[in-house]
């Protein structure tokens, strides 16, 4: 196993971020899938911070996967603000390691969440579970976020909305789909009038991985202040969403 120097410290801030004209949709709103981006990145960049960063995990076996996150939108950052980003090891849940996040715009939280991460050997795909991870991962349990817990999306009548086909485009450096791309998706499939109303909670689940040429069927189940999208497999979930109005 090669060694690294991990540091301990808990908590990692990156106040570089600038939001873009293309972060915002036609509202002038932080996408989800902008707000999912910074949540990987600052992720990343934590844990390369902490010497564990994506070629050095890979080279002893290990990398990590984002399983599940869920946002709590108190306001939209709006374009060309620049955002305050935090992070932090939050504990572990069954396989995933909790981590949380939040996003201010100059001082004021405006986006707070949390995430589970599944660690996987990346050529067997076997699951790692924390216990068995070599590096310690310090927490901070007692920095609590407003976000819905990270727990799987129920949908009771459910309908079919369509199918998608993965493009070139929504692939990432694995070969799969990356995960901010499942939000653009998801929402393709919102009638007009209910994508038009602010989000306040969301939750995704990434449940198994799509690549090039897969159909993803769509089903939904919509509401005033709630609609839930489920993309498909074959024989499989690929994504759960869950979006919760004001």
């Not at 932080?30 to 010497?51: N, Q």
């Not at 939040?102 to 216990?131: A, L």
């Not at 493009?167 to 789909?177: F, K, T």
Request: aromatic residues 10%; proline residues 4%; charged residues 30%.
């Amino acid at each position: 196993m090669s060694e690294n120097k991990i540091r301990t410290d808990i908590s990692f801030t990156d106040d570089s971020s600038k939001l873009c004209f293309f972060d915002c949709d036609y509202k002038k709103r932080m996408k989800i899938s902008s707000i999912l981006k910074v949540a990987a990145e600052i992720a990343g960049k934590d844990y390369t911070d902490k010497g564990l960063g994506h070629e050095f995990l890979w080279a002893n076996g290990y990398v990590f996967l984002l399983s599940r996150i869920s946002l709590h939108i108190k306001k939209y950052p709006a374009e060309p603000q620049m955002l305050d980003s935090s992070t932090w090891e939050c504990g572990k849940k069954g396989a995933m390691f909790l981590r949380g996040y939040s996003i201010s715009v100059d001082g004021e939280v405006c986006i707070d969440g949390e995430s589970g991460w599944i660690v996987v050997n990346p050529e067997t795909r076997k699951i790692i579970r924390p216990s068995s991870f070599p590096w310690l991962m310090p927490q901070l349990e007692d920095r609590k976020v407003s976000a819905l817990p990270i727990d799987k999306v129920t949908v009771i009548n459910e309908e079919k909305a369509g199918e998608y086909i993965v493009q070139i485009s929504d692939l990432d450096a694995n070969g799969h789909v990356y995960n901010a791309n499942y939000a653009d998706i998801a929402v393709n499939f919102l009638p007009i009038e209910i994508y038009d109303k602010d989000v306040k909670n969301f939750r995704i689940n990434f449940v198994n991985e799509a690549k090039l040429g897969d159909k993803i069927e769509i089903y939904r189940e919509l509401s005033d202040t709630e609609a839930k999208i489920i993309g498909k497999l074959p024989d499989k979930i690929c994504f759960e969403t869950e979006f919760i109005f004001k």
